[in-house]
Each structure stands twice: as structure tokens, then as C-alpha cells.
């Protein structure tokens, strides 16, 4: 039977990566490798990959107080345009807490961006799209995005595929701008941090 159509190996592989992921996002600096195009139960992996991301960076990026309407309200993510990443997530977060809060996932259309959220993943590669969503998404926010010009238009992390391997730019600036401060930890992992407009 050939490797790539072997069930195990694939299943042995995909848990491989996802638990590389996990020692990535502790901030031990290693990278995954995690092959974008790859697919297990039904989600792509690069889906995968992200959803885990998302979710770990929530535990690295300071909300102010005013983010939140009280001490136990929760930490919303909203997910615009990746509606299988969105599942994948809910999946993720199921039953987890962050700094004692619950975590809801949300997936939102278009419309909706400028909904009080705490993380807003755009999803698409669109740039015009984007930039809309982006410019509509106000607030103490992590806005994360997956298109080329994603920090150019204001988003604060910006997935990027390197090497095959799913990997995140970071723009200060736009942390700044928001209202969120990340931790040291989140950017010594970064495949780039953006120190200012540019």
C-alpha cells in the first residue's frame, strides 16, 4: 500500500503536526512541518493549523478591561468568510478557557465586521474584500487575515504560507492601533514583525 494512502500514517502524521503546532505556539520556537495542502477528516490541515493558531493566540494578546462588559464574559471569536475553519474552531475551543473566560466562536458574514468581537479571522484572499472587512473592524480587536496584503490594510497577524508550512506575520503598529498589546512570546515566533506603517 502506498504511504499517502495509508490511513494511519496520515492520522499519525496530522496528530504529529498538530502537536508541533502546540510546542510552536509555547513559544519554544520550532516549526511544524505542516504541509498546507493536506487534508484529514474532511478539514483540510492548513484549516487545521489555523484554527489551533487562532486559539493560542488569544492566550497571548492583552485585552484592556473595557473589552469585556464584565469579569465573566466570555472571549469571542468571529470568523468571517471560513466557514470550515469556524466549525474546526468551535471544535477546538470546546469546553477551554483562556485567563478563566469561555471562549465563542462566531461566524459572521460580511455585514457583520463590525461586531464587538475579540478576535475577527478574515478569511479569502480577495484584497479589496479584505481591506473592506478590515477598515469596518473597530475596537479592542486581534484581527487576524490570510491575504497578501493583510497587514498593509490593518490586520494585526496575517497568515502566510512559507515553505509549506503555515506560518504569521505580526504589524505592531496596527496591536497599537487597536488597543491590544500581544506578548514577546507570540512574536518570537513570528515569521515577521512589522515595527511600523508602512
Known amino acids: 500500500m502506498k504511504p499517502s494512502t495509508n490511513p494511519g500514517l496520515r492520522r499519525s502524521f496530522s496528530g504529529w503536526a498538530l502537536a508541533s503546532l502546540a ?3 509555547a513559544g519554544i520556537g520550532l516549526l511544524p512541518p505542516v504541509r498546507a495542502q493536506s487534508a484529514i477528516a474532511g478539514v483540510p490541515l492548513e484549516r487545521r493549523v489555523k484554527a489551533a493558531f487562532l486559539y493560542k493566540f488569544l492566550g497571548y494578546t492583552d485585552f484592556p478591561a473595557s473589552a469585556f462588559a464584565d469579569v ?3 472571549l469571542t471569536i468571529g470568523v468571517i468568510g471560513a ?4 466549525v474546526e474552531l468551535a471544535r477546538v475551543v470546546a469546553g477551554r478557557t483562556v485567563n478563566n473566560r469561555a471562549i465563542e ?5 460580511e455585514s457583520d465586521a463590525g461586531a464587538r468581537v475579540h478576535l475577527l479571522f478574515v478569511g479569502g484572499t480577495d484584497p479589496q474584500r479584505v481591506a473592506r472587512i478590515v477598515h469596518q473592524a ?8 490570510e491575504s497578501d496584503n493583510g497587514l498593509q490594510v490593518g490586520s494585526v ?3 502566510r504560507i512559507v515553505d509549506e508550512r503555515v506560518r504569521f506575520d505580526v504589524a ?4 497599537e492601533r487597536n488597543g491590544i498589546k500581544l506578548s514577546s512570546r507570540l512574536l518570537t515566533v513570528a515569521n ?4 511600523g506603517a508602512q
Open 83 to 86: 466557514d470550515d475553519l469556524a
Open 172 to 175: 505592531l503598529d496596527a496591536a
Open 23 to 25: 510546542v510552536l505556539c
Open 105 to 109: 466562536v462566531r461566524e459572521l458574514r
Open 72 to 74: 465573566t464574559a466570555p
Open 138 to 145: 473597530t475596537g479592542a480587536m486581534l484581527v487576524v487575515t
Open 192 to 195: 515577521r514583525v512589522q515595527k
Open 157 to 159: 497577524i496575517n497568515f
